[in-house]
């Protein structure tokens, strides 16, 4: 009994031991990524995209010929780099000052170039639009007649407006006016713009309806609309590469890159065939503009909402806009994210993000991101119609190498720990009832080949828990899947799986090895 007793302890005094290994192992994995130099950060987020393929592997496998990002920190451009190239079997090299079409991010810079209105009071949020437009007008339908398309509506795309969406117009063809778009008339490619639901009743994206605001604007101030929205934001924000104007400068055009469009097989294998850069309608995805220029955008309306700076809005306006619209509407599919009045807002834990994407025909892919309590952006534009995954790809590795995933790094380290722990806990009780098991099947005279194999199948379940637990980690985060996109590269399952126990850490095997042979 008394030697009974005394395996036991040494065996809780083993698991101990082995158990505060693993919680220090993760400890030092805390540690060591307390305070890295920005050079090890884009390092880290270069080379972190699938565990050891880099940005270059990631941007032939997604066929994403270039893209540019910038990073703001601590409400600071912490850095901007461009990567690949301008054209496909080009040798021009993308910069962080090359120049993208924004596609729909171009909505969140109109919504602030219109709640700046608003706060000098020549826009009310709640009036309906049609007291305030004088070229145009909202149609009067039975939709209209029940709720008001009011502007508040329209930045939250919840006033009824139908989709509005249109291809661009390629060199050569003729460009209409915003009069034609807005009614759908030649040379437009686009549906007329109207009201097509009950205004107020459900959310629904609409470009149509950011087309609304921009004649709204242009109508109240009497200004070309990129003559508002540049001394509204463009200006004051420092975003000196940016524009809605079509018709590009020498210097602008100069640093534009090409777009390459949805033949993804036709473009790789000739690089002639690719997409040629169209006009779009200003407002909803006109936007011009640079990697660096986006998060000087996101740092002024982070600033903003932190009562630190006012140069495009106030405080209350940035919190107005980064609030979730309030009424009890249904959301669209896929949209079924907050919407405020421009971002769309995603809750990561006790933190809400705003967000924004953007597609641009022929073949332009762009995202802008932010956090407001941490000061934190991301902006990066590519200049390929294959660039989303690259995209979510790149967002992850970033989280990743900042921290942010699944919180901070403490909350990282912690959970690192607590799921070795969890494994090292599963497999002692585990192997117990195994040690239990073989020792009935030795009393009832079973012989040693059917003891292996029953030994072998426990083993192998302990295995397979193992790399679902560490694929949890390697692939979304503790806390990850809420923000981050699920990673869908194409391996299989067994081979994620193999590659979660290859990368796991060595002591957990010894820690098996010790538990089910002692």
Known sequence: MERNGSANMRKKVYFGISVFVLVLIGSVRMAASQSPSIEERIRSVETGLLLTETITDRMEAHNVPGFSIAVVNDFKLEWAKGYGVMQLGGNRRVTRDSLFQAGSVSKPV???????????????????????????????????????????????????????????????????????ALDGEPPANSLPVRVDRVPGTEQYYSNGGYLIIVQLLQDVLDKPFNEVMKEAVFIPAGMTSS???????????????????????????SPG?????????????GLWTTAPDLARFGIEIMKAYQGESELILTQGMANLMLTPVTEDIPMQEPFDVDQGLGFMLQNLGQETWFIHFGGSFPGYISVLLGQPERGFAVAILTNSWSGYELIWEILYSIFYAYGILPTTNQIFGLAYSL???LIAFLFWRVSFVARQRRTKLEGEGLDRKQNSIATIATLTIMLTVAAILVLSLLYRGPLGGGLVHSLNTGETVLTKALLGLFFSTPIILVVLTYNIWK
């Open 110 to 180: 109109t919504a602030v170039g219109a709640l700046h209105c608003v706060e000098r009071e020549l826009i009310d949020l709640d009036e309906n639009v049609n007291d305030k437009l004088e070229s145009w007008q909202v149609p009067e339908n039975e939709f209209t007649a029940q709720s008001k398309v009011t502007l508040r509506r329209l930045l939250s795309h919840t006033a009824g407006v139908n989709q509005g969406l249109n291809r661009g117009y390629a060199p050569g063809e003729e460009i209409p006016t915003l009069l034609q």
């Open 243 to 269: 524009t809605f104007e079509q018709t590009l400068s020498a210097e602008l055009a100069a640093r534009v890159a090409i777009p390459h469009g949805w033949d993804v097989l036709s473009w790789r294998e």
């Open 273 to 285: 065939l690719v997409g040629e850069t169209h006009v779009h309608d200003p407002g909803y995805g």
């Open 419 to 421: 799921l070795l722990f």
